[in-house]
C-alpha cells in the first residue's frame, strides 16, 4: 500500500493504517489520546433516526423476553488447557447483555462457540430452542447470528460501501448465471442491498465514507464499519466483541448511546467490554467469566456488589493475585 | 457542463489518471473511441506498423499467441487476482482444453470444432472442480505446492498415456470451419509511407495454414466475450464474495459467505478460460504433445498476471502483452530472454511491487461521488 493518503482534512494521526489485522490493535492504545481534541470527531456524528430493523431473513421470531439463545454446559478443552469450563448462560430477545472477565477468561473463545468457528467439546449452544450442532459459519450467520471481531477484520482492500454489501449478501443468492445476464433477481438484490447497506452506512455516521477503502479510514470508522457490516446481515443477535477498545470516554460513550439505539431496532445484544463502568452503564443483564467458568450472574447492581466479581476484577483473593 | 468536446478533457493536468480522463468523456465520444480501439486490434496484423511488427516470425501468428496469454492471464485472474487463490498449476487446465481438442477431433473421433470446444471448456471446467474439490481446504502455499503438482502430474500423464498419444503428442488436429466472407488488405511500409497492398491480403474467418491473422480474430473476439463476462460477474455478488475471501477468509465466512463453494467457482471458471484458451492453442497449431505444456508456461501465465497487477483485469491483460509479446518482438536477444525476464521481475518487485496497473477504484469512486452529488443539489433546492 504505498499511498495510504487521506482526502478527509486533517485526521492524518489517526488514520489506522490497517494493512494487517495484527498491526491493528498495536496502534489503539495511542489512537484515544490523539482523537480526544479531534476536530474529526464532530463530523463523524451518528444519525440514530434512519430506521435500520432486522430485515426478515425467515427466522422465526421470538417475542420480547423470551430466550433467543442458550449456551448449555459449554466445555472447549485445547489439549489440556480447558479454555471454557461448563460455561452456561442464555440471552433473551431484546435486551443487552454483557460478558465480561478478566484478561483470558475466555470471552471471545464463548462468542467463537457461538458462532461456529470453534466446536464445544462437549455441551451445546441452542439458538431459538435448537442446537446449533455442527453447522458451518455461514449457516449460522444466515440464522440470525452476527459478530464483530475484538481486532479488526474488515476486508481492508475493499470499499466501506462493499464491506458492508458483503454482509446483506448474506442473505442473496444471486450467482454466475444471474450476475452475467443481469437477470431480475441481479439487478432487484443489487438496488435493495445497496439502499440497505447505505442506511446502515447513514446509521453509523459513515455515509460520506461509502467509497473509501477500509484500510483509509480512520480507527474509529473502522471500529462503526465493522458494526455496520455486522448489521448488514440482519442479525437477531448481535455480537460485540470489545467494539470500544481504544476509544476515549467520549467516543465510548457516544458508542454505548449507539448500542442503546440498535437494540431499540429490534436487535438483541450481547457485549464484550472490558470497562466496568460503560458494561454498567448500558446492560440489562451481565455475565462475568473468569478462567473459562462463569463466576457470576445478574443485574448489573448485582454484579457490581458481588464478592467474587470484585475479587476476580482487583485480585484480593490469594489465588489470583495474578 | 454542457456538452463538453473530447479536447478540453485531453488538455486536463496529467496529475489526473487516464482512465479518469477517459471517464470523464461523454458517452458518444467513448463508444466512438471504443469502436476506434477495436477496430485498430482487429487490423493491428494487417498494418505492418513498423517496430512493432516482429521481423522473425509471422505478426498474425505473434498476435495470437499473445491473444492466448491474454486469455489465460484474464482466467487466472480470477483465480489469484479476485479469490487470492495461488496457482501454480494453470497449465494443466490449458492441457486439458487442448489434449480434449486433440483426442475428440483427430486421436479419437472426428467431431466438429464447433461442437468439440464447448465440450473442451466443460471438461476444464469439472477438472477445476475435481482438482478444486479436495485442495481448496488448504490455503496459501499449501494450494500453491498441491497445484503445483496437479500441473506436472496432467502433463506425465499425457507423456505415458499412449490413447492420448504418448510423448508423440497427437497431430492431425482439424481447422476450425472456415467463412470466407470478405478480404482485408494490409499495409506496406516498404517505400516509407503506408501504401495500401491489394496483393497482400487476410481472409475474414478462413482457417488455413499459411495465414494465421483469422485465428487472432477468433482469439480475439473470445477475448471480447470473455472480458465482458469477467466484466458482469466481478460487479455482482459474485465478485464481493471472491473479494471478501480474498482479503480475509473467516471473517468472509461469519460475514455468510460459504466462501469454499465461491472458492472452487472461482477455481472451476478459471479452469474453463484456460481450457478454452489451450483448445484455440490447440486448434491453431494443429499438433500438440506433452512439451507445449511445460512448467515454465505455469510460471509465465503467472507472471503475466503478477506482472500486470492480480485483480485488474486490464493490468493483467497488459501483464500478458508484456509477457508474451517482447520475447518475440526481441528474438535477437533470444539467448538472454530468460536472464532479461528474470531481471525484469525484479526491477518490477522492487519499483512497483503490486503490478504494472493495480487495481483502481476510481470509477465507482467517482460514480458514487456523482451520486452524492446529485443528492445533495437535490436537498439544496428542495
Same mark, same amino acid.
Given at each position: 500500500m504505498p499511498e495510504p493518503t487521506q482526502p478527509t482534512t486533517g485526521d492524518d494521526e489517526t488514520t489506522t493504517p490497517a494493512a494487517s489485522p495484527a498491526a491493528a490493535p498495536a496502534t489503539t492504545a495511542g489512537a484515544g489520546e490523539h482523537r480526544l481534541a479531534d476536530p474529526a470527531d464532530e463530523v463523524t456524528e451518528i444519525n440514530p433516526g434512519v430506521d435500520i430493523a432486522p430485515e426478515d431473513i425467515g427466522v422465526p421470531v421470538v417475542s420480547e423476553g423470551e430466550r433467543l439463545l442458550e449456551v448449555d454446559e459449554v466445555t472447549l478443552r485445547f489439549g489440556g488447557v480447558v479454555a471454557l469450563n461448563e460455561v452456561s448462560f442464555h440471552i433473551n430477545k431484546g435486551e443487552i447483555l454483557g460478558l465480561i472477565g478478566p484478561n483470558g477468561a475466555g470471552k471471545t473463545t464463548c462468542f467463537n462457540v457461538m458462532t461456529g468457528v470453534y466446536q464445544p467439546t462437549s455441551g451445546a449452544v441452542r439458538y431459538l430452542g435448537k442446537p446449533l450442532g455442527k453447522r458451518k459459519k455461514f449457516q449460522i450467520t444466515k440464522l440470525g447470528i452476527a459478530r464483530t471481531f475484538q481486532n479488526i477484520r474488515l476486508f481492508a482492500n475493499m470499499t466501506a460501501?462493499?464491506?458492508?454489501? +458483503?454482509?446483506?449478501?448474506?442473505?442473496?443468492?444471486? =450467482?454466475?448465471?444471474?450476475? &452475467?445476464?443481469? $437477470?431480475?433477481?441481479?439487478?432487484?438484490? !443489487?438496488?435493495?442491498? *445497496?439502499?440497505?447497506?447505505?442506511?446502515?452506512?447513514?446509521? &453509523?455516521?459513515?455515509?460520506?465514507?461509502?467509497?473509501?477503502?477500509?484500510?483509509?479510514?480512520?480507527? @474509529?470508522?473502522?471500529?462503526?464499519?465493522?458494526?455496520?457490516?455486522?448489521?448488514?446481515?440482519?442479525?437477531?443477535?448481535?455480537?460485540l466483541d470489545e467494539p470500544a477498545a481504544g476509544f476515549n470516554p467520549a467516543e465510548k460513550a457516544k458508542l454505548m448511546e449507539l448500542i442503546r439505539t440498535i437494540r431499540d431496532q429490534g436487535y438483541t445484544v450481547l457485549l464484550i467490554e472490558h470497562d466496568m463502568k460503560l458494561v454498567m452503564g448500558v446492560t440489562d443483564r451481565i455475565v462475568v467469566l473468569e478462567f473459562g467458568r462463569k463466576i457470576a450472574e445478574g443485574s448489573p447492581a448485582e454484579i457490581r456488589d458481588n464478592p467474587a466479581v470484585i475479587a476476580a476484577y482487583l485480585g484480593v483473593d490469594e489465588e489470583d493475585a495474578s | 457542463?454542457?456538452?463538453?468536446?473530447?479536447?478540453? /478533457?485531453?488538455?486536463?493536468?496529467?496529475?489526473?489518471?487516464?482512465?479518469?480522463?477517459?471517464?470523464?468523456?461523454?458517452?458518444?465520444?467513448?463508444? +466512438?473511441?471504443?469502436?476506434?480501439?477495436?477496430?485498430? $486490434?482487429?487490423?493491428?496484423?494487417?498494418?505492418?506498423?513498423?517496430?512493432?511488427?516482429?521481423? @522473425?516470425?509471422?505478426?498474425? %501468428?505473434?498476435?495470437?499467441?499473445?491473444?492466448? *496469454?491474454?486469455?489465460?492471464?484474464?482466467?487466472?485472474?480470477?483465480?489469484?487476482?479476485?479469490?487470492?487463490?495461488?496457482?501454480? @498449476?494453470?497449465? @494443466?487446465?490449458?492441457?486439458?482444453?487442448?489434449?480434449? +481438442?486433440g483426442?475428440?477431433?483427430?486421436?479419437? /473421433?472426428?467431431?466438429?470444432?464447433?461442437? +468439440?470446444? #464447448?465440450?473442451?471448456?466443460?471438461?476444464?471446467?469439472?477438472?477445476?472442480?475435481?482438482?478444486?474439490? #479436495?485442495?481448496?481446504?488448504?490455503? %496459501?502455499?499449501?494450494?500453491?505446492?498441491?497445484?503445483? =503438482?496437479?500441473? !506436472?502430474?496432467?502433463?506425465?500423464?499425457?507423456?505415458?498415456?499412449?490413447?492420448?498419444?504418448? /510423448?508423440?503428442?497427437?497431430?492431425?488436429?482439424?481447422?476450425?470451419?472456415?467463412? !470466407?466472407l470478405f478480404e482485408v488488405p494490409s499495409l506496406d511500409w516498404s517505400s516509407g509511407a503506408p501504401v495500401v497492398d491489394l496483393d497482400t491480403t487476410s481472409t475474414f474467418l478462413?482457417? =488455413?495454414?499459411?495465414?494465421?491473422?483469422?485465428?487472432?480474430?477468433?482469439?480475439? =473476439?473470445?477475448? %471480447?466475450?470473455?472480458?465482458?463476462?469477467?466484466?458482469?460477474?466481478?460487479?455482482?455478488?459474485?465478485?464481493?464474495?471472491?473479494?471478501?475471501?480474498?482479503?480475509?477468509?473467516?471473517?468472509?465466512?461469519?460475514?455468510g459467505v460459504p466462501t469454499f463453494r465461491f472458492k472452487l467457482l472461482a477455481f472451476a471458471l478459471g479452469a474453463a478460460i484456460g481450457g478454452l484458451s489451450g483448445a484455440l492453442f490447440a486448434t491453431k497449431a494443429g499438433f500438440i504433445s506433452p512439451d507445449s505444456f511445460q512448467l515454465l508456461l505455469s510460471i509465465l501465465f503467472l507472471a503475466a498476471v503478477v506482472v500486470g497487477g492480480a485483480g485488474n483485469r486490464w493490468g493483467v491483460i497488459v501483464g500478458a502483452i508484456v509477457v508474451g509479446y517482447f520475447p518475440e518482438r526481441f528474438r535477437d536477444f533470444a539467448d538472454f530472454r530468460v536472464l532479461v525476464f528474470g531481471l525484469a521481475l525484479m526491477l518490477l518487485a522492487i519499483f512497483r511491487p503490486q503490478g504494472l496497473l493495480p487495481p483502481r477504484r476510481t470509477v465507482r469512486a467517482k460514480r458514487a461521488d456523482d451520486r452524492q452529488a446529485v443528492l445533495e443539489e437535490g436537498e439544496a433546492s428542495a
Open positions: 460501501l462493499e464491506n458492508v454489501l +458483503v454482509g446483506v449478501d448474506a442473505h442473496h443468492t444471486t =450467482g454466475v448465471v444471474s450476475a &452475467m445476464f443481469r $437477470l431480475p433477481k441481479h439487478r432487484k438484490e !443489487e438496488s435493495q442491498g *445497496y439502499a440497505r447497506a447505505m442506511e446502515l452506512l447513514t446509521f &453509523m455516521g459513515l455515509d460520506g465514507k461509502a467509497d473509501e477503502l477500509a484500510r483509509n479510514l480512520p480507527y @474509529g470508522d473502522q471500529r462503526r464499519l465493522e458494526i455496520a457490516r455486522a448489521l448488514a446481515t440482519s442479525p437477531q443477535l448481535l455480537c | 457542463m454542457s456538452t463538453p468536446t473530447s479536447a478540453p /478533457a485531453a488538455r486536463k493536468p496529467a496529475t489526473r489518471g487516464f482512465k479518469e480522463r477517459v471517464d470523464h468523456l461523454p458517452r458518444s465520444v467513448k463508444i +466512438v473511441l471504443w469502436v476506434l480501439f477495436a477496430l485498430f $486490434l482487429f487490423l493491428l496484423p494487417l498494418l505492418n506498423i513498423p517496430f512493432i511488427t516482429t521481423e @522473425g516470425s509471422d505478426f498474425g %501468428g505473434v498476435l495470437f499467441t499473445v491473444a492466448t *496469454y491474454v486469455l489465460v492471464a484474464l482466467g487466472l485472474n480470477i483465480v489469484v487476482g479476485y479469490a487470492g487463490l495461488l496457482d501454480l @498449476g494453470y497449465v @494443466g487446465f490449458y492441457a486439458v482444453g487442448a489434449y480434449t +481438442v483426442v475428440l477431433t483427430s486421436e479419437h /473421433a472426428h467431431l466438429s470444432w464447433v461442437v +468439440v470446444v #464447448p465440450i473442451a471448456i466443460v471438461v476444464a471446467m469439472v477438472s477445476g472442480v475435481i482438482l478444486g474439490a #479436495p485442495t481448496l481446504r488448504v490455503r %496459501g502455499d499449501y494450494l500453491a505446492i498441491v497445484t503445483l =503438482g496437479f500441473g !506436472e502430474i496432467v502433463r506425465l500423464t499425457l507423456v505415458n498415456s499412449q490413447w492420448l498419444g504418448g /510423448a508423440q503428442g497427437i497431430s492431425d488436429i482439424p481447422k476450425p470451419p472456415s467463412a !470466407e478462413k482457417f =488455413g495454414i499459411n495465414d494465421f491473422v483469422p485465428y487472432y480474430w477468433l482469439a480475439l =473476439g473470445i477475448i %471480447g466475450l470473455v472480458l465482458l463476462f469477467d466484466i458482469l460477474v466481478k460487479s455482482s455478488r459474485v465478485g464481493r464474495a471472491w473479494e471478501a475471501t480474498r482479503e480475509d477468509e473467516d471473517a468472509a465466512e461469519l460475514m
